[in-house]
């Protein structure tokens, strides 16, 4: 199965991934929930008025 996903992968012209959330908390991004959560640190409400909050961590 991974085989063939791989040959799948390498063939062709583009390709998408679907990941789970917890794929940019390995990357460095920071979750919005949980022990280091932007939450914590923002109001959710002050996050949705000011979107650009959350890039600037």
Do not use: H
């Amino acid at each position: 199965m991974y085989k063939q996903a791989a040959k799948n992968i390498k063939s062709s012209k583009r390709c998408v991934g679907f990941t789970g959330a917890g794929i940019s908390v390995e990357s460095g991004i920071p979750p919005f929930q949980g022990e280091n959560g932007l939450w914590n640190k923002y109001d959710p409400q002050t996050l949705k008025k000011e979107p650009l909050l959350q890039w600037n961590f």
